[in-house]
């Protein structure tokens, strides 16, 4: 891919941060969205967090054929996540999200997260969980991306750390939702309360992902950067 546009062009950086900043302002008294029910507040600022995101993959001008790779990618993603709904805590889609932006970098890693916890909730259910999810995938795409994506040889041992904790960072993130979107009162317990009685699917996500890297980390990573190859031989 063409690394036109990563997360430190100014504009982009500009963008989360009056994000930021406005998600801030509902804080304080008198403010705009001050009030306003915090399970509406963060949907509405993942969805635009979200599309700052798609906007900076855009701005990348990837061809059609990275784009036909990266919907492949989701594609994948997303349809291995169904099976594995008896599994629970079990998230194939986090190994196959995270190798994707270890390779192709950080705004296609968060695509094609993004993507496949849209597309697999058509067949799980659509709700207000899926900006969430969306985030979630995306960022670990992206998270893949800065941590491994540099690397001059790939280091396994140190993907699989990554996957590993991203399995307890990802039910983290998504125990916020699940708290301000379905817990009352939001005090302290609760909110410990929340994330102990995730702690058993978080640690299956986790080490579900700490086995799908080690057993085929180096060889989806061979089989992409292949792909990544020929894109940019035949593209020049």
Same mark, same amino acid.
């Given at each position: 891919? =063409?690394? =036109?546009?990563?997360?430190?062009?100014? =504009?982009? &950086?500009?963008?989360?941060?009056? +994000?930021?900043?406005? +998600?801030? /302002? $509902?804080?304080?008294?008198?403010?705009?969205? %001050?009030?306003?029910?915090? $399970?509406? @507040? #963060?949907?509405?600022?993942?969805?635009? %967090?979200?599309?700052?995101?798609?906007? #900076?993959?855009?701005?990348?001008?990837? #061809?059609?054929?990275? &784009?036909? @790779?990266?919907? /492949?990618?989701?594609? +994948?993603?997303?349809?291995?996540?169904?099976?594995?709904?008896?599994?629970?805590?079990?998230?194939? /889609?986090?190994?196959?999200?995270? &190798?994707?932006?270890?390779?192709?970098?950080?705004? $296609?890693?968060?695509?094609?997260? $993004?993507?496949?916890? @849209?597309? #697999?909730?058509?067949?799980?259910?659509?709700?207000?969980?899926t900006p969430w999810q969306m985030f979630c995938w995306g960022l670990g795409g992206a998270a893949a991306a800065f941590l491994t994506g540099r690397d001059r040889e790939f280091n396994i041992g140190k993907f699989a750390l990554l996957c590993t904790a991203w399995g307890y960072i990802f039910g983290w993130i998504m125990n916020i939702w699940h708290w301000i979107g379905f817990i009352y009162p939001l005090t302290f317990k609760t909110f410990l309360a929340t994330y102990l009685a995730s702690f058993i699917f978080d640690t299956l996500h986790a080490a579900g992902n700490l086995l799908l890297a080690l057993t085929f980390g180096r060889t989806f990573r061979e089989i992409l950067l292949r792909f990544k190859k020929k894109m940019t031989v035949d593209t020049g």
């Open positions: 891919m =063409k690394d =036109k546009v990563d997360f430190r062009d100014k =504009k982009f &950086i500009a963008v989360l941060l009056l +994000l930021q900043a406005l +998600l801030l /302002t $509902a804080l304080f008294p008198g403010a705009p969205l %001050y009030g306003l029910n915090w $399970a509406v @507040l #963060s949907l509405l600022f993942l969805g635009l %967090y979200i599309l700052a995101f798609f906007w #900076s993959f855009e701005r990348c001008s990837p #061809s059609a054929k990275e &784009i036909a @790779l990266l919907a /492949t990618m989701a594609a +994948l993603a997303a349809a291995a996540r169904v099976p594995f709904t008896v599994l629970p805590g079990v998230q194939p /889609t986090t190994f196959l999200v995270m &190798i994707t932006g270890s390779v192709f970098g950080a705004q $296609a890693g968060f695509v094609v997260g $993004a993507l496949a916890a @849209l597309a #697999s909730n058509f067949f799980l259910g659509q709700g207000p969980w």
